[in-house]
């Protein structure tokens, strides 16, 4: 399959680059639910050896939401196939087998906000503003992504009053957003992207599911579940020659990915 509305860059080292290619604001429709849901899916049919992915947008923006006419011609007849293929997009990136780190310039708002809050981290630009407009063009939805973010009380301001916040703001408030100068977003998004790509392939793509997993769990069975995987994971020769590594302050040799490693395996 090939993808008109986004491009995907090798980065080396195991990191892709994938751009939301939709200018000028690279505002979503059903074309692009269907594409990011078909990358994030299945990321190892187009970037070989992948084992962390950067999102970023084409241009000033990262992303303005979901594209507006889409809306006007939504009825209740077509709108619950419609608004599956968005919740299809959404949650590729958050269920990708390998980290998703955003890289968000300018305006990520709507559909927008929804796409960087399913990344596993989120570098965000100075000039970077988030907002959930939703109330103001008459739909729902965007909240419980934002609630991946930030606390409840800005997720409220934000959606009843529609404002797009300037990313240091959230900061301020509670939000979990790493603020960097817009001349240094790539660089600690790939930082950040070759950090995890380091470490064992497998380990890495175990532990995505593992924190997908426990994210809604409450602590005791969470933890519980967790040092399950510890206990199997010390079966795996990676876990071994990770713990040499350390010890002996050398580089780790690990083995090629193993897709026998899931959960349910």
């Known amino acids: 399959m090939s993808f008109a509305y986004l491009e995907l860059l090798d980065e080396g080292e195991g990191v892709w680059r994938v751009t939301l290619q939709r200018t000028p604001g690279n505002a979503i429709d059903q074309t692009m639910y269907r594409e990011i849901a078909e990358c994030f899916n299945h990321p190892d049919r187009y970037m070989a050896d992948v084992r962390a992915i950067i999102l970023t947008g084409a241009g000033k923006h990262f992303c303005t939401g979901n594209d507006l006419e889409e809306f006007s011609t939504m009825t209740p007849e077509n709108g619950t196939e419609r608004m599956w293929r968005v919740r299809e997009g959404f949650f590729a990136i958050q269920d990708c087998p390998v980290p998703v780190i955003g890289a968000i310039q300018g305006t990520a708002i709507g559909s927008g906000l929804a796409v960087a809050a399913a990344c596993d981290v989120i570098v965000a630009s100075t000039k970077a503003k988030f907002g959930l407009p939703e109330l103001s063009v008459g739909v729902m939805g965007g909240a419980a992504h934002?609630?991946?973010?930030?606390?409840?009380?800005?997720?409220?301001?934000?959606?009843?009053?529609?404002?797009?916040?300037?990313?240091?703001?959230?900061?301020?408030?509670?939000?979990?957003?790493?603020?960097?100068?817009?001349?240094?977003?790539l660089d600690e998004a790939l930082r950040i992207a070759r950090k995890s790509a380091s470490f064992s392939p497998t380990a890495v793509r175990l532990a995505k599911q593992v924190l997908n997993r426990v994210e809604n769990m409450d602590l005791k069975t969470g933890y519980e579940f967790e040092q399950g995987f510890t206990v199997r994971m010390s079966g795996h020769p990676d876990a071994k020659e990770a713990l040499r590594a350390v010890r002996e302050r050398s580089t780790p040799h690990y083995r090629p990915l193993d897709q026998a490693w899931t959960l349910e395996a």
């Open 146 to 185: 934002l609630a991946r973010i930030g606390p409840q009380h800005m997720v409220r301001l934000m959606f009843f009053t529609g404002e797009h916040l300037p990313a240091q703001t959230m900061v301020q408030m509670g939000a979990g957003l790493i603020i960097v100068e817009p001349e240094q977003l």
